[in-house]
């Protein structure tokens, strides 16, 4: 385990990995071989020139808990789903707010804003300052836009 | 499939605890597919964070689970503590631990009456919310706020008890058990809510982890976990409780798992009420003019036991006086992504009884 | 001495048939009014029960203890604007509140109330098979309701009343079995025995101890049939936000309100009459529209305390009790209630 990544301690002691995000899935697999069946969370870092994605792995039984990071230059690393069923959601949330397009989900969508939002809101570089309106078409889906309309 | 009905329950739907939206496909009364979108009241706390200082974040914190924001509160204090190297005093330690597992009590109630009104019970949604406004006056005496209460602040607490609270919370105590039992009774000894629960919404413990539930709907399904016993903070390693768990894994095992939680919490505040030291309530280093200044490197995860399940927070500091990200790991985001699979080829009566069960609250979903 | 009769004496001088018609106009529509004030007392008593029950105070700013809340309220549906639905089907639309209205006004002036003193009987409508006539007029009501469920178009409606239709026909024939064994047993003792007054005078014992199974069917049915919790799944608010009423806005919305706590009356004075014989109290028959209204404001009391303690039941478990467990109760019931008549003469 230990040669597959280097090993950091973060402040509150907990073991941090980095592997290279070519590796990651195989890396992840041999963690859930392991036992860690429970992914608590997946989160990104916007570190300006990269980006850093942070998975967190928990085994309930045996109680450890490690943290795995890999880094993108690209906004893409490959999908974990086929392992976790939690990550579905994680990655979507980190898709929409974050925009790390993950290969190989299979619903790709937005989790909190409309589909049609512009931006990621999570990056440095997201402005602010361009207000973007949201409205509900005839079927009931949201959608923005950054005219604000008559209604509001 | 030309016999599937699509029905489109909320946002605005009376049990759908404030802004869940379902796309249901049902046939007849069965739900054959269901699909939950979220984020109607999305606003984005991380990035609010990013952009004030570390003690005014817990005003977002809040604002996450409003039913009970003390806990947001620990749980966040836990990670900023930590990244700034302040550690709370004696005194302060105690203070928290008595209001959270307070604000566990009072977030529990709310789910209970909520729980009944979802299920067409109307009389028991009141005397829990008696209760629990007694709990909220608790609130409003030590900090002048009932829901979001901002009691808790870095390095401490941002004002003292007094004798006076820890009497009336001792007369609380004394007198809360009785009407536990009372509001327990409404509804465990309803052979129609027991009809309307038990075997309702089954969740297999290796489901539930694979989805990440964590909280009492885990402990219903009968995984004994709970990161107050698994990582203790506060003063969990020093105080005896235990976990409750059930094995049946239905509505009714979330119910029951969820009242005997409370049960605990009368204990533990009973274990720690009378040995308050005396001594400072903050942390010398985190006055209040100095607070604005203060400065966070590197990062840090600290994960809680929240009255809904695991609630982490991540901080990455980058030695500025801002956050340089925050993330939030919501137990509540996590449970309802379980929703699907548990109210799937079940009736539309029961899709109500399950997703009550599960105790949502959007300010923290989305958040 | 009749008020039909009082009020003949009036207009005596328009001729015999022309006399009795504008009267019984007159006599009906006075029983509107006092129905209507029944009902607003009843919505009055049910917030304020309500109140006590859940530590509450209920209704108290508008007139003195609230009592002027409801009329307040009533206006403010009158006032408001009635929201059409766009796609809807006009005529049944417009129609549905106004069948639940009409059925439950025309059942009320079938019973018999017995009589007051300086009035004398209070019976609207003799009718030698008045029990059959009630029951056929409260039918319409549910009618109303799918009408209402279909009409306005709407998904959570239509579900509604499907599930509307499914409570009634799995509770109406153990109701209308139940009735069944008192007929039976009333016939033995009175010649017309479908009528309500002579079923009435045929309690020596009120039926209820007589028929204790009969009397559970039966109130259980008045239960469903009125249709709030624990068996309100036609309007099951947390589910299918207001049921077959979710597209009814303004006064139409309010007659549905109405015509709820209407069949809990109308529940409660059936089961008095049928159940606890009616206007015959122990001490004066003079007043027996007093023991009458006693006896149903106790049961109206029940039905409340029912309806704040009980969550929903679910539809396709209220249908397996309406057929597995009242259904046989119903026919246990008629098989005693035919061995107490037949065999031991009662």
Not at chain 1, 14 to 25: A, G, H, N, S
Not at chain 2, 181 to 193: P, R, S, T
Not at chain 2, 217 to 238: C, F, I, N, T
Not at chain 3, 133 to 156: R, T, W
Request: charged share 20%; net charge neutral; aromatic share 12%.
């Amino acid at each position: 385990m230990a040669d597959e990544g280097q090993q950091q301690v973060d402040k509150a002691g907990r073991q941090i990995f980095k592997v290279p995000k070519e590796k990651l899935l195989e890396f992840m697999r041999a963690r859930k071989d392991e036992g860690f069946n429970h992914l608590s969370l997946i989160t990104g870092v916007d570190r300006k020139d990269h980006i850093e994605v942070v998975y967190h792995l928990h085994s309930v039984e045996q109680d450890r808990y490690i943290v795995v990071k890999t880094t993108t230059n690209n906004c893409t690393v490959p999908s974990v789903t086929s392992l976790w069923r939690s990550a579905n959601w994680d990655e979507r949330e980190q898709w929409d707010l974050m925009g790390i397009k993950f290969e190989g989900h299979p619903n790709l969508k937005r989790m909190f804003l409309p589909e049609s939002w512009v931006g990621h809101p999570l990056r440095k570089d997201y402005d602010l300052g361009n207000v973007q309106y949201i409205n509900m078409d005839e079927d009931g889906e949201d959608y923005s836009t950054f005219d604000p309309g008559d209604g509001w | 499939m030309s016999d599937l009905m699509q029905l489109n329950m909320g946002p605005q739907h009376p049990s759908m605890h404030g802004v869940l939206r379902l796309k249901v496909k049902v046939e007849g009364e069965i739900i054959r597919e269901i699909e939950p979108v979220i984020g109607y009241l999305h606003r984005n706390a991380e990035k609010l964070c990013e952009m004030t200082y570390y003690c005014d974040n817990l005003v977002y914190f809040d604002r996450m689970d409003y039913v009970a924001s003390m806990n947001m509160e620990a749980g966040y204090l836990e990670a900023a503590e930590k990244l700034l190297g302040i550690p709370p005093p004696e005194r302060a330690v105690y203070i928290r631990t008595i209001m959270n597992e307070l604000s566990r009590i009072a977030s529990h109630l709310v789910w209970a009456g909520a729980f009944g009104l979802d299920l067409g019970m109307l009389t028991p949604f009141f005397y829990c919310f008696v209760e629990r406004e007694k709990i909220l006056r608790i609130f409003t005496e030590s900090c002048g706020s009932r829901q979001e209460t901002n009691y808790f602040s870095i390095g401490g607490v941002y004002q003292d008890i007094t004798p006076e609270i820890v009497d009336h919370i001792k007369t609380f105590l004394s007198e809360f058990p009785r009407k536990l039992e009372d509001i327990y009774n409404l509804f465990a000894k309803n052979d129609v809510f027991l009809s309307r629960t038990r075997g309702i919404g089954y969740l297999d413990p290796e489901i539930a982890i694979q989805y990440g539930v964590t909280g009492p709907m885990l402990r219903a399904s009968g995984v004994p976990y709970d990161v107050r016993k698994a990582e203790p903070y506060l003063l969990y390693d020093k105080v005896d409780f235990d976990i409750p768990i059930s094995k049946k894994g239905d509505s009714l095992a979330r119910f029951s798992v969820r009242f005997e939680e409370i049960r605990q919490s009368i204990r533990i505040i009973k274990q720690i009420i009378d040995k308050i030291p005396e001594g400072p309530f903050f942390n010398p280093k985190a006055k209040k003019p100095m607070m604005i200044r203060l400065r966070g490197d590197g990062e840090v995860y600290a994960r809680t036991e929240s009255s809904k399940g695991e609630f982490g927070v991540y901080i990455v500091g980058d030695g500025g006086v801002k956050p340089y990200r925050v993330h939030v790991r919501s137990p509540t985001f996590k449970n309802l992504s379980v929703l699907p699979e548990l109210a799937k080829n079940q009736m539309i009566a029961d899709l109500i009884a399950i997703s009550g069960s599960i105790d949502l609250v959007f300010g923290e979903i989305d958040r | 001495m009749t008020l039909l009769s009082t009020l003949y004496g009036i207009f005596s001088f328009l001729g015999h048939y022309p006399g009795y018609a504008v009267s019984y106009f007159i006599e009906a529509l006075l029983y509107l009014i006092v129905i209507s004030l029944l009902l607003i007392f009843v919505i009055y008593l049910f917030r304020k029960f309500m109140a006590r029950l859940q530590l509450r105070l209920g209704p108290n700013r508008v007139g003195k203890f609230g009592l002027l809340q409801l009329i307040a309220d009533a206006l403010k549906l009158i006032g408001k604007e009635s929201i059409l639905p766009k796609e809807r089907d006009d005529l049944p639309y417009r129609v549905a509140p106004m069948i639940v209205m009409i059925g439950l006004f025309l059942a009320f002036t079938i019973l018999p109330y017995g009589s007051l003193i300086g009035i004398g009987s209070l019976t609207v409508t003799n009718s030698a098979v008045s029990l059959l006539l009630v029951f056929a007029v409260i039918a319409i009501m549910p009618l109303g309701e799918v009408l209402a469920g279909i009409s306005s178009h709407n998904k959570y409606a239509l579900i509604g009343a499907l599930r509307s239709i499914a409570k009634d026909i799995s509770f109406e024939v153990p109701m209308m079995l139940s009735i069944l064994a008192i007929v039976m047993m009333a016939s033995a003792r009175v010649p017309e025995s479908l009528s309500i007054s002579s079923i009435v005078s045929a309690q020596f014992l009120p039926y209820a101890i007589l028929q204790p199974l009969g009397v559970f069917v039966f109130f259980t049915s008045m239960v469903a049939r009125a249709s709030y919790t624990p068996f309100d799944m036609g309007e099951s608010d947390s589910e299918l936000v207001s049921g077959f009423s979710t597209e009814y806005t303004g006064m139409r919305f309010g007659i549905f309100y109405i015509g709820l706590f209407g069949s809990i009356l109308l529940g409660s004075t059936l089961v008095s009459l049928l159940y606890l014989s009616g206007y015959n109290g122990p001490l004066s028959t003079e007043a027996g529209v007093v023991w009458l209204f006693i006896k149903a404001m106790v049961l109206v009391l029940i039905s409340f305390t029912v309806w704040l303690s009980m969550p929903r039941i679910r539809i396709d478990k209220f249908v397996n009790f309406g057929w597995k467990y009242l259904l046989p109760i119903s026919f246990v019931n008629l098989i005693l209630t035919g061995i107490l008549t037949l065999g031991l003469g009662w």
